[in-house]
């Protein structure tokens, strides 16, 4: 049995009372009782609108009154009482306790003022009885606590007291079995009732764990792309620097450069023009970084020339790495999703990269970019010395070197397709392909 429905059945209280509403596991949830009830509490007023209606109607027509036994200034009073309560209801819902405190109140008047007009129509016998059910439903939707369901279920004791004392006859076997039959059937209610809410309580928390989960995973994701980024991107601008720092530290702290130097005028002036000129690279390096971060920014607000992107680039590696760097494009440039088109330029950018480290000054790099009905194809292709692929390709993304892990993220992030291949002699080749739509506007 669900922890509710066993507290409405017999367990004690749950802590925080009657009018409280049911203990939470965090702020969220409490919220969401909160809400629940004052929704359900709202309803029940415009219910209780629906009977004074009718109540107005019974007191109002002659033949009605009559029958019903409630004419008189009396059952005027008693309807200006119901009219004012329900009103004050109404008013003070957003008060949490309070509001609990008075429709709970609210409601034993409503109940028993039911208690008076089932009295006064035929006692059990009254098919007004019929009532006290949406009485014990609205009691144990509104406060799902053992001691709520008690005040609708004392109706039938106090109904065949009053059938006892007014009616002047004692309890025939008709009258037990109305008892037993009600009494079913408000049990009946409450299990299903119980159970409807616990089912409620449990799709509640699912979706708020479902929810942090989903938040979780965002926060990670998001992780992911900023390492990939700060990888591809800056970090390779910034590998180059490091590696042109320590070749003109290199050059100034030789012991045979200084030895050039001193006392050497013309020595002197023969090394300067290559330190000033690798300061300058340096330099250069930096406003790359610079220009980097503004490329990342404007890709990430998606509004960046892909084709102009991938070419700009090639120029700018060709003089940064000293990479003879040749773009290409075939075919008429198609509509690339961001993401696809930030994973070309990312893979672009890191197969340059690996090219700088890996080979010569010099070395020449075609770069092509094919566009065809549904797909966009990068290829590029270094003229270095290559080298043999190991069987298992996650030796190459051994701890410390993610690049090519990233290429292979990033495909897959696009439902892309990424293929390198590579031999001894004859240069590496890597190749990216990705979904493309209908072509641009010349």
């Known amino acids: 049995m669900s922890e509710t429905s066993a507290g409405v059945l017999g367990s004690p209280p749950r802590p925080g009372g009657l009018f409280s509403a049911p203990a939470e596991k965090s702020d969220t949830k409490g919220a969401f009782s909160e809400d629940r009830f004052l929704t359900r509490a709202r309803a029940l007023f415009y219910a209780r609108l629906a009977f004074l209606v009718l109540g107005l109607a019974v007191i109002g027509v002659p033949a009605w009154s009559q029958a019903f036994g409630v004419g008189g200034p009396g059952a005027y009073a008693i309807y200006l009482v119901m009219v004012a309560y329900s009103a004050a209801n109404y008013v003070f819902l957003p008060k949490k306790r309070i509001g609990r405190q008075l429709t709970f109140a609210t409601l034993c008047a409503d109940l028993a003022v039911l208690v008076w007009l089932v009295s006064m129509t035929g006692g059990l016998r009254s098919p007004l009885l019929a009532a006290q059910l949406l009485f014990t439903t609205l009691f144990v939707v509104l406060f799902p606590t053992p001691l709520a369901v008690v005040p609708p279920l004392l109706t039938f004791p106090v109904v065949a007291k009053l059938d006892q004392l007014l009616g002047g006859h004692a309890m025939v076997q008709i009258d037990i079995f109305i008892l037993l039959w009600y009494s079913a059937i408000n049990c009946i209610l409450v299990y299903v009732m119980v159970y409807l809410n616990e089912r409620d309580r449990m799709k509640h928390r699912e979706l708020n ?19 990939r980024e700060i990888h591809d991107g800056l970090g390779g601008v910034l590998s180059s620097v490091v590696i042109q720092s320590e070749y003109l530290l290199n050059m100034i702290d030789g012991s045979e450069v200084r030895s050039r130097l001193q006392g050497n005028n013309e020595a002197r002036a023969a090394i300067l023009p290559t330190i000033r000129k690798e300061i300058s690279d340096l330099h250069g390096a930096a406003e790359e970084s610079m220009d980097e971060l503004r490329r990342s920014l404007r890709m990430m607000k998606e509004d960046f020339d892909l084709v102009a992107t991938l070419s700009d680039y090639c120029k700018l590696a060709s003089g940064r790495h000293r990479l003879d760097v040749r773009f290409a494009r075939v075919g008429r440039e198609r509509q690339v999703g961001p993401e696809s088109a930030l994973a070309l330029f990312r893979v672009l950018q890191e197969s340059i990269t690996n090219t700088s480290k890996h080979c010569g000054k010099g070395t020449v790099v075609d770069v092509t970019l094919t566009f065809t009905p549904g797909s966009a194809k990068l290829n590029v292709k270094d003229r270095g010395k290559g080298f043999s692929l190991p069987t298992d390709p996650l030796v190459l993304s051994r701890d410390g070197h993610y690049g090519l892990a990233n290429m292979r993220e990033r495909a897959n992030k696009v439902a ?12 590496t080749c890597i190749e990216l392909t990705v979904h493309a739509g209908e072509e641009l506007a010349s």
């Open 209 to 227: 764990k479902l929810s942090r989960t989903v938040r979780e995973m965002a926060i990670v994701e998001e992780r992911n792309r900023l390492a």
């Open 416 to 427: 892309g397709q990424i293929r390198m291949t590579s031999e001894p002699g004859k240069g």
